[in-house]
Structure formats: C-alpha cells, structure tokens
C-alpha cells in the first residue's frame, strides 16, 4: 500500500556549535516514544551522537538520520481523539563549521528545517552559514529560540537579530512568559491562549491559563504584527482583518503560515527550553502544521544524460525511480552505507538501479531505516523515503540512482576546498598500505576531505576545512583503522591569481626520426574580469588558421595547467585565456602538440602576469567579557587582523575580525590564556586575499628550499 505523501516530513535540525540542536533532537526521540530515556550531550549518552570522539567532545560531527512518529491533531482544538499519525525523519546536523559538509549534504535533500538559536546569544556566525546554505537548497525553514532558562535570555532581541542579520521575516507564534530562572510557558499568539507546563511529566502535559496581565499590551501587539503578516497570503483573510479580525479562526491563519513558510516568505518563531523539556511538543506540532510535506514542493528536476533534456519527477510511487546519494558511511557490522533521499517511485530491496555518473547497474542487496547508528531492515522504499542502501559497489556522495529505463541526473552537491593541510605517514613502514585503504575509505565519507601526493617531496598531505576535522580524522585513523600516525605542522592552503594581462606566443617543436610534434599559438592570458572561478576560454581563431578539431586539447591544456602555478605550484583558481593566432603543421600536428603548447605557454605566460600568492582569511568572532577586549584586540592585531566591528551585549564585547588562516593556529587556546577561559571564538572561513609582498616571498623561499632538499 503506498503511504500517503501528505503526513511525511523530511526535517533537519540546524544551528550554529552549542545552541541545543542535539538536545532538541533527543527530546523530540523521546516524546515520540522512539526512545524510553533521555540521552543527555553532556553526559555523552545522546543516540543522536554515537561516535566515541562526539561523545567525547560533546559536540555533533556526522550528521545522524532517524525516523520517527508524531500522533498531532487534524483539526486543531479538536479532542485528541481526532489526530492523524505523521511520520517525520529527522537529521541532526554538526554545528561546527569544520563539518559544514555534513549540513550542506543533509539540506540538499530536506523538504524543510528548524533553525535553532541561542535566546543569550542570539545568531551567531554559523547560524549565518546554515541560513545561506538552507537558502541556497531553497529550503523553508522554522526558527525555534533555544535555552529561555538560560541567564541573559532574550526571546525579542533574538527575533530582530533573525531580522537583521540574516535579512529573513521572523514572525513570532508564541511569546514567552517569563525568562531565565522565572521561564515557564508561552503565549500561544494565534488561539491567544497562555499555557504553563506542568513540572512533574518533564513538560509533557500543560495547562491553559489567563493571559498575565503585564503581557496583555505586548501580546497584542504581537498579536496584530502576526495577523498583519499572513493576511497579505490570503485575500479572504485580508478582508475579514480590515472589517472584522475577531472572525478571524486559529485554523484559517494557520493555513496562511503554512502557505507563506511553505513561499519562503515567512519564518515563524517559537521559544523554548530544550533542556528544560519546555516548548518541544509545540516545536513538533509546527513541523506537522507548517513545514512542507513532499507533495507540497515542486517536482525535483534533472536532466536526461542521453537527451540533454530537462525532465521532472514527481513524488508518487507510480514514476520512475529516482534517488541521490547524499552520504556514504562505513558500519563495522554491515559495511557501507549509501544513504539516499527518494524523490520518486519504488525500489525493492534485492533488486538493481542505474548509477547515471558510472553508467553502470548497482545491485541494492538491502534497504535499511535509520536510526542513529542502528539500522532497522525495510523491504522497500517510496518516494519521499530517506533510506540507507548495502551492498552496492561503486557509488559516491552525490550520485543520482534510478531506472535503467529512465535516466536522470539530479542536481548534485557543491563542496567548498579545503583551507588546511598536514603532512602524514605511518609510524610503522609496514602500514604504509593499510594507511592508504583506510584513507580512500575516509575520503569516500567525507568529500571535503582531499589527499595529496607532494611529487617533489613525496610526502602525503591530507587537506580539510580546519584544524578540529583534520584532528577527528587522525584520531578516527587510529581508532577505528588502528593506526599510528606522525603528522607534520599545520600547511596552509595557497592558491595563486594573475593580476595582470599579457601576451604570448608559444612555439612547440620536436623533431625525433619519423614524424615530429608541432604545435604554433599566441594567446592573451590574464584574470577574469567576472570574478567567478575556474578558466574562461575565448577562441577568437578565425579562418582556419588552427583547425577546430585542435582547439579542445588547447582549452584541455590550460585547464590542467592551472593546477601549477607560477610562483610555488599551489592552483590558480580563476583566469581568462583569449586565443588569438597560431599555426599549424600538416603532418606534424596533432592534439597532444597543442595540449602541451599550451602547457608550456602557461608556465612562461604566467610569470610575467605580475602572479600574486592568495591566502585563506577566516572571519573571527570573540565574544569577550569587556575588561578582555584590549587584550582581545591587540592579540588580534597581532595576527595581522582586520577589525570589522565591535558591538556590546551587556557586559561582554563581540568583536570581529578578518584573520589570515596561517596566523590562527592555535588561536583557541592562546585566546583561553588571555582571558582566563571566558572569552570564546569562532572562526568560519570569509575568501582568499593576496599574501603581503615580503611575506609571500618568504613562504615561496620556504617551499622552493623545502623541495630543492
């Protein structure tokens, strides 16, 4: 029997490192029944976190998937006994920007999210990241102020924050009563009804009680910005709020919340406190009322690889099947993983799917439901599922699956590159293979994780997106491979840009017995003046004077050269080529003489396009107690950092600042000395810039030295 779409949500849970999104999560398992104890982060007995290094640390590095149900009324205000069974499938993303892979891959494949935040502090950095990213998937998203029992809570600065920072529309459905030590209940702003949670259930049940009087004013305020904003989705509604609101039901502005979250127009808000086991049935109940099931989003679109045409799938189990890839795991128990969204049809477990990126069948030997780290066998999955697949040979995170018959290719997954690497090799000579299988199996994972062979020096260096995620894999190394490893110091990732334009002719001869090699182009080389990344090619040959068929393996030269700069062989990530002449030899041209023309005209051409060493500069934010914002801000400095901006909350400063990566080793615990342990930092990675010119000519001296030993 195929399930009925409308009851299904696909939900993520995101949020900036601390602000409670495992928590939450752990609550939601257990009010749903799906688990009998609270697992607490702190404790390191969360399901959600079941990595031995994230219950060490506390934090969350692997996004975790589950499933589970939510019994929630039809009509609202109805007795319980009119409710309808939903089944949501929940991912808990990391927080932690080193791991910002994991929240990219988990919004690509979501319907909708609940961005937590901070009510102390309010949006912070990565709240900023996850926002952006959920814009880019277009995913609508509810926001939920987390730790209302905390000291220096504050629901409303939390609201115009969202506003102000993020440049979204928060609505408020609920307005706390009381904060910090005195939080006990909401304001529920569309049945205008306050509700207290009763202690002894862990908040399980509530009661209904008269609005306090000292909030009477702001909830009515609150009340009309709430009508206001959704009266503008729903004409009906729009006439009844200027004739007569009182008419207006709790149902009627329901659906217009559901319709304006479902545009992206509107993120409403509610409050709570997880810890607390204050405000999450009510978080669930949003999820049910107002985030998309798959039905309500349009159709996912692909292109067909045979046709090149763009074809749509719609989420019924009659289509043809259609899934991406969205992670693969490896189990000790039954080996790996491939999770996968479902957007249409039906696959069975046993049976086979087309890999559109190898062009070869898979077989699925079985399908699995996830829960944490636990699987749970299923027999078949439909469209809207998010599932984990065994027992397949070569697929990777991003792939689209579907019917041999019906061919598609999803829109796939964009990674950012790596900003840090450290040189690694095997303590013991005799691991130098297991090392390398068992790093091909962490690169299979982690498709922010690169590794690369040094030809100069033959060491091994391993890139990721920070210190943290290079530190988790080394130790994930020696846990679960049981390796020992010895690494280098830290290496920044350079890259290279031209900063100015020449011209160049690059003649390429070689005569051997029998037929030689010719090659003859002039070409302009310089930066691209769009500021997008990657080679622009300009072929301005007119009449022949390369024939067409040349002028591929030319373009398939400069791109490769690219990965090689000028200066210290680090890539150069953005230039423009414009082809404007050459010649060629009837016998002795080929491809390969024009591949390697080009090749060479880029090395020579590059040098004398005033080349300049980029840098990876991270956006750093403190937040300091004031009499530390001197200390702060000269260690700052220091760094070569660019003061942003200061703002005071209370008695403490955020400051913010542009700091170059290489500058910011160790920068954590240097900043605990400095203030004691009370100020903390984030660090989320901003662009590239141009290393100073002394600088930069000594890190070229650096390498150039390190190679020629």
């Known amino acids: 029997m195929a399930k009925d779409l409308k009851f299904l949500r696909n939900i993520g849970i995101m949020a900036h490192i601390d602000a409670g999104k495992t928590t939450t999560t752990e609550r939601i398992l257990y009010y749903t029944g799906l688990t009998h104890k609270i697992g607490e982060v702190h404790e390191g007995g969360a399901v959600m976190d079941w990595m031995e290094q994230e219950q060490e640390r506390g934090i969350t590095i692997t996004a975790a998937a589950t499933t589970t149900f939510w019994k929630y009324p039809t009509t609202q205000g109805q007795a319980n006994k009119d409710t309808q069974q939903y089944t949501i499938n929940i991912i808990d993303t990391p927080g932690h920007v080193d791991f910002t892979v994991e929240v990219e891959r988990s919004l690509r494949v979501l319907d909708g999210a609940v961005a937590l935040f901070c009510a102390v502090s309010g949006v912070e950095p990565q709240s900023e990241t996850v926002w952006r990213q959920a814009d880019k998937y277009k995913v609508p998203r509810i926001c939920f102020v987390n730790k209302m029992d905390r000291a220096g809570a504050d629901f409303f600065n939390a609201v115009s924050e969202i506003k102000s920072k993020l440049g979204a529309n928060p609505v408020p459905l609920q307005i706390p009563i009381g904060s910090e030590d005195t939080f006990k209940g909401v304001v529920d702003l569309i049945r205008n009804q306050a509700i207290v949670w009763n202690e002894e259930d862990l908040g399980m049940t509530y009661q209904v009680i008269p609005i306090p009087n000292d909030l009477k004013e702001t909830v009515e305020?609150?009340?009309?910005?709430?009508?206001?904003?959704?009266?503008e989705y729903d004409d009906v509604l729009l006439e009844k709020f200027f004739n007569d609101p009182n008419t207006i039901t709790p149902e009627e502005v329901m659906a217009a919340i559901r319709k304006a979250v479902i545009g992206m127009s509107i993120s409403p808000v509610l409050c709570g406190a997880s810890f607390k086991n204050k405000g999450v049935q009510a978080l669930l109940d949003a999820v049910c009322t107002y985030l998309p099931s798959p039905l309500d989003l349009p159709p996912v679109q692909g292109v067909n690889p045979d046709t090149e045409e763009t074809e749509t799938r719609r989420p019924d189990v009659n289509e043809p099947f259609a899934a991406l890839a969205f992670k693969i795991a490896t189990d000790p128990f039954v080996g790996r993983l491939a999770f996968m969204r479902v957007y249409s049809g039906k696959l069975d477990g046993g049976s086979y799917v087309y890999n559109n990126r190898t062009g070869k069948k898979e077989r699925i030997s079985r399908l699995m439901q996830m829960h944490a780290n636990k699987q749970n066998p299923i027999d078949s999955v439909e469209a809207g599922d998010i599932c984990a697949a065994v027992g397949f040979k070569d697929i990777r995170t991003g792939d689209t699956l579907t019917d041999e018959k019906s061919k598609l290719i999803l829109e796939s997954i964009t990674f950012p590159d790596p900003v840090i690497g450290y040189s690694i090799e095997p303590?013991?000579?005799?691991?130098?293979?297991?090392?390398?299988?068992a790093i091909s199996k962490l690169v299979e994972e982690d498709p922010t994780l690169h590794i690369e062979t040094n030809e100069e020096t033959g060491q091994t260096v391993m890139k990721g997106m920070g210190e943290l995620h290079l530190e988790i894999i080394i130790d994930r190394l020696r846990r679960e491979f049981k390796l020992e490893i010895n690494q280098g110091a830290p290496q920044v990732a350079y890259k290279e840009a031209l900063t100015s334009t020449v011209e160049h002719k690059e003649v390429y001869k070689k005569q051997t017995g029998g037929r030689g090699k010719f090659a003859d182009i002039v070409f302009e080389l310089g930066p691209r003046s769009d500021n997008q990344l990657g080679l622009e090619f300009v072929n301005e040959i007119v009449g022949g004077a390369i024939p067409r068929e040349f002028i591929p393996a030319i373009q398939k030269g400069f791109t490769a050269a690219m990965t090689n700069g000028p200066l210290a062989n680090y890539?150069?990530?953005?230039?423009?080529?414009?082809?404007?002449?050459?010649?060629?030899?009837?016998?002795?041209?080929?491809?390969?003489?024009?591949?390697?023309?080009?090749r060479i005209g880029f090395k020579e051409a590059a040098k004398k396009a005033s080349p300049v060493l980029m840098e990876p500069i991270m956006a750093v934010e403190v937040t300091t107690p004031d009499e530390f914002t001197g200390p702060v801000t000269g260690d700052l400095n220091k760094r070569r950092g660019v003061m942003r901006s200061m703002d005071a909350k209370g008695n403490t400063q955020i400051v913010k600042a542009d700091v170059p990566l290489s500058e910011l080793f160790g920068y954590v615990t240097d900043l605990r000395t400095i203030t004691s342990g009370r100020a903390a930092a984030s660090l989320t990675f901003s662009h590239y810039e141009p290393v100073p010119k002394q600088l930069a000519d000594s890190i070229i001296e650096k390498i150039k030295g390190t190679a020629n030993k």
Do not use: C, T
């Not at 305020?221 to 009266?231: C, D, G, N, P, T």
């Not at 303590?427 to 299988?437: E, G, I, P």
């Not at 953005?574 to 080009?598: P, Q, R, T, W, Y």
């Open 427 to 437: 303590k013991k000579q005799a691991d130098v293979d297991k090392l390398s299988m």
């Open 571 to 598: 890539p150069v990530e953005s230039m423009k080529v414009k082809l404007i002449h050459g010649s060629f030899h009837e016998v002795d041209s080929d491809s390969l003489s024009f591949e390697l023309a080009a």
């Open 221 to 231: 305020e609150w009340r009309q910005k709430l009508m206001e904003s959704v009266a």
